[in-house]
């Protein structure tokens, strides 16, 4: 062996290189790449690498599951099938839209309903409010008693009617003998009265207005009357039963007595007082049948014991106006007030 290696440590020499032409004995074969191709961290990190496999470290579960076979002898033997009840369909897609749209429409029809119920209890708590007190009772359907079986006449309380500047108007009739009190206009140049108290056939809105801002709550209830041209408050109806006394609606002087004409037929007397609060106006008062003892010139007191005389039955003459808020025929006097210098007598 020593012998062979010997040879062949020879015939490989750089000596005798052609000995070895025809065979691979010749070649140096290079076992690894150069030793600066090796990075210096790796060299010989392999050799020193274990060939065998390492053990894993057991993990404990947290749960410890029972490992043994179960107990047939115990537990309830399944069975070989079961039978599952059958699911319903989907719904379809367009009927649940629709469904949801009727559902929504009829709760906005429930909400408007509810708002509709909440606003009609306001209103009628409203009107219950402004209507439910405080409205003047129902005039008795019972027809008038006859003016002898009334009781006797006396002067009326001080109560103001209407005013005109510095002139007071004052009721002059007995409130208890008074059917009922209405402004109307005229076409002789009477001038415009403001009256006082509240206006009994006012309108919805006015009356709700009044009640809202707390006018018109007392005083003496009267009627606009359709009647004549001009103002609407030109002339004042004071009604009463034929027969009953009249007494001076203002302090002033007698300055005039003449006949009532109506359809060219005298009815009464128009007396004519001048007052004193208001010289240059004459308070005119007709339909009445004067007093005997009253004469131009004479001194009246309103609200006093100066009668001007007692109201004249005028119902077979015409129809008045004043019938329609009243239980009788509708008599009545009438005030107007004109200026002194345009008064006409006739």
Do not use: C
């Amino acid at each position: 062996m020593a012998r062979r290696a010997t040879g062949a440590a020879r015939g490989s020499g750089e000596g005798h290189p052609a000995e070895h032409d025809d065979d691979r004995s010749g070649t140096v074969v290079a076992l690894r790449p150069p030793a600066w191709d090796w990075l210096f961290l790796e060299d010989g990190a392999l050799a020193l690498d274990r060939h065998d496999l390492w053990q894993e470290t057991p993990i404990t579960p947290r749960k410890r599951l029972l490992q043994a076979a179960p107990d047939t002898d115990w537990l309830k033997p399944g069975e070989g099938s079961v039978t599952v009840a059958r699911m319903p369909s989907p719904r379809p897609y367009g009927p649940t839209r629709r469904a949801r749209r009727r559902s929504a429409a009829a709760r906005g029809a429930g909400r408007f309903a509810g708002l509709v119920v909440v606003a009609t209890v306001v209103v009628v708590t409203l009107l219950l409010t402004a209507f439910g007190a405080g409205e003047p009772a129902e005039v008795s359907s019972a027809p008038p008693a006859p003016s002898a079986r009334l009781l006797p006449d006396g002067p009326p309380r001080t109560q103001i009617v209407a005013v005109r500047g510095a002139l007071r108007l004052q009721l002059p009739i007995a409130q208890g003998r008074v059917t009922a009190v209405g402004f109307h206009a005229v076409g002789d140049g009477a001038l415009a009265l403001h009256p006082l108290g509240r206006q009994a056939n006012r309108g919805f809105l006015g009356r709700l207005a009044d009640r809202m801002l707390g006018a018109g709550e007392g005083g003496l209830a009267w009627f606009q009357l359709e009647d004549g041209e001009g103002s609407s408050t030109a002339a004042l109806d004071v009604g009463a039963a034929p027969g009953t006394d009249v007494f001076a609606p203002a302090d002033g002087t007698v300055v005039g007595i003449t006949p009532y004409v109506l359809d060219r037929r005298r009815y009464g007397a128009r007396i004519d007082i001048r007052p004193s609060s208001a010289p240059s106006l004459v308070v005119s008062i007709t339909r009445l049948r004067p007093d005997s003892g009253l004469s131009v010139g004479s001194a009246v007191t309103a609200a006093g014991s100066d009668r001007l005389g007692t109201v004249l039955d005028l119902s077979d003459v015409e129809r008045q106006a004043l019938a329609e808020h009243t239980q009788d025929a509708g008599n009545h006097v009438t005030l107007e007030v004109h200026p002194a210098g345009a008064l006409v007598t006739s």
